[in-house]
C-alpha cells in the first residue's frame, strides 16, 4: 500500500480504521470511567460477604469484558499507528505546542496498556495492583480534560482544523 505524503514527508491525515478506533476506544474508556466503581463494590462486597444489586454485578462483569476489548483494541490500534503513522502539527504550531502533544498522545497509549493490565492483575492478585488500577483513574481524567482543551484550542482559537483530522479520514 501506498502512502499518501505531503511536502513534510509526513502523512496527510489518520486512515479510516485509526479513526474509528480513537472514537470507539474513547467511548469505552468514558464507559470504564463512569461505570468502574461497579467493580470495586463488587471486589469489597465478596470480601465481606455481603452481596450487590444484580444491576451493580452486570456493570461489574462489564467493565471486565469492556477493559479487556480496550486492550485489544489499543494493540490494533497501536500497530497501525506504527505502520501508518500520523500527520504533521499543523502549521506555524511551535515546538513546544508540538511536543506537549506528542507526549501526551504516548502518555495516552501508555495509559491505555497499562491501565487494563493492572485490572487484570488487580483483578486475580489483588494491590498493589488494584490500588494503581484505581490512582490511573484520576490521571486519566487529568489527560482527557487537557486533551479535550487542546482540541477545543486548535479548533475554536487558531482556526487550524485540527478536530477535523479526527472525523475526516485522508
Ligand atoms: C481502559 C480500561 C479500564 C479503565 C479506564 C478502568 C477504570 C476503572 C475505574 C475508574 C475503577 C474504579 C476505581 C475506584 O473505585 O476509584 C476501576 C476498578 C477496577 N477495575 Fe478497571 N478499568 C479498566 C479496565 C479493567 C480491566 C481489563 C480489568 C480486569 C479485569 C479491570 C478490573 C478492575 C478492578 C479489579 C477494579 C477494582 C479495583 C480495586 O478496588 O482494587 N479494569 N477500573
Ligand atoms: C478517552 C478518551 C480519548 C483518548 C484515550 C484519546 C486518545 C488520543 C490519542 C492517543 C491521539 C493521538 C493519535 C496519534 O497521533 O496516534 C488522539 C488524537 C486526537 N484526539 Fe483524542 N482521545 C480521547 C478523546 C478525545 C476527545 C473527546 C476529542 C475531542 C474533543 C479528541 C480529539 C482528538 C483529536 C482532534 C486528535 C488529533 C490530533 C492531531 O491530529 O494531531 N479526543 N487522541
Given at each position: 500500500m501506498t502512502m499518501t505524503t505531503d511536502q513534510n514527508g509526513g502523512v496527510q491525515g489518520y486512515t479510516f480504521y485509526q479513526i474509528g478506533l480513537h472514537w470507539l476506544i474513547a467511548l469505552l474508556v468514558f464507559g470504564q470511567l463512569i461505570f468502574g466503581e461497579s467493580m470495586t463494590e463488587s471486589i469489597e462486597a465478596a470480601e465481606e460477604g455481603t452481596s450487590v444489586s444484580t444491576l451493580e454485578g452486570n456493570l461489574a462483569s462489564m467493565h471486565y469484558y469492556v477493559g479487556i476489548a480496550i486492550l485489544v483494541l489499543v494493540a490494533v490500534r497501536i500497530v497501525l499507528r506504527i505502520k501508518n503513522g500520523a500527520p504533521p502539527?499543523?502549521?506555524?504550531?511551535?515546538g513546544a505546542i508540538e511536543l506537549a502533544g506528542r507526549i501526551s498522545h504516548w502518555l495516552f497509549y501508555a495509559l491505555l496498556v497499562v491501565v487494563p493490565v493492572t485490572g487484570l492483575l488487580g483483578y486475580y492478585y489483588g494491590d498493589p495492583y488494584g490500588e494503581w488500577h484505581s490512582f490511573a483513574k484520576p490521571v486519566f481524567i487529568g489527560l482527557i480534560a487537557l486533551h479535550v482543551a487542546a482540541s477545543l484550542y486548535h479548533q475554536?482559537?487558531?482556526?487550524?482544523?485540527?478536530l477535523m483530522r479526527m472525523l475526516k479520514p485522508r
Open positions: 502539527p499543523p502549521a506555524e504550531t511551535s475554536l482559537w487558531r482556526k487550524d482544523g485540527l
